[in-house]
């Protein structure tokens, strides 16, 4: 299985910052990465496929970047209901396989 | 709009079986791949298997095989997934979901079953 390890675990950042959220795969996936904000109680949502494109009606603050084994996720002035878990996922071989997740929380 | 609608709570003992519906709408039920997605309390996420209900082939994670069997009905446009030989290690929220495009990240959740195995 590919695995997926995701940095930081945990994150606190203040209004208006910009943050970033790296997943490293244990192999190359071609860019078949998605990105996920998951909000307490609620399932998670797309944000991102193909490591860098945004899906329809995700703020522009969100982008995703990478290539190979290496991605990240980039949130641009950050505000405060963007407070979430983000997961990734990669989608190019079975199973497909998450990261533990991000922790973001305000400063 | 699509929509998928997961069935609800579900509290069952250890040993037993369990199935949990997901009711799609907003798109043709038999074109699209129809994934499930494990989420332990306080874990991560896990893939557990897809089916296409246009012909019924599933594919699963190893880890899922013999535990999860998937199905889907047409005529009520009705994916399923019956799990079996339940332990507390079984407890959690299972997620439909369905890819934007086939073999891409989900665009469209349920909103999750939580199965609590428990005597």
């Known amino acids: 299985d590919i695995r997926m390890t995701q940095s930081p675990a945990s994150l606190s950042a203040s209004l208006g910052e910009t943050v970033n959220i790296e997943c490293l795969a244990s192999e190359d996936i071609y860019s078949d990465l998605a990105w996920y904000q998951q909000k307490p109680g609620k399932s998670p949502q797309l944000l991102i496929y193909?490591?860098?494109s945004l899906q329809n009606g995700v703020p522009s603050r969100f982008s995703g970047s990478g290539s190979g084994t290496q991605y990240s996720l980039k949130i641009n002035s950050l505000q405060s209901e963007d407070v979430a878990t983000y997961f990734c996922q990669q989608y190019n071989n079975y199973p497909n396989t998450f990261g533990a997740g991000t922790k973001l929380e305000l400063k | 709009q699509v929509q998928l609608q997961q069935s609800g709570t579900e509290l069952v003992k250890p040993a037993s079986s369990v199935k949990i519906s997901c009711k799609a709408s907003?798109?043709?039920?038999?074109?699209?791949?129809m994934h499930w997605i494990r989420q332990q309390p306080g874990n991560g996420l896990e893939w557990i298997g897809w089916i296409y209900p246009g012909n019924g082939n599933t594919k699963y994670n190893q880890k899922f095989d013999g535990k999860a069997t998937l199905t889907a009905d047409k005529s009520s446009s009705t994916a399923y997934m019956q799990l079996s030989s339940l332990t507390s290690e079984d407890s959690a929220v299972y997620f439909c979901a369905m890819p934007r495009v086939s073999g891409d990240g989900f665009a469209y959740w349920g909103q999750g079953t939580l199965v609590t195995v428990s005597s």
């Open positions: 193909n490591a860098n």
């Open positions: 907003g798109y043709t039920f038999t074109s699209n791949y």
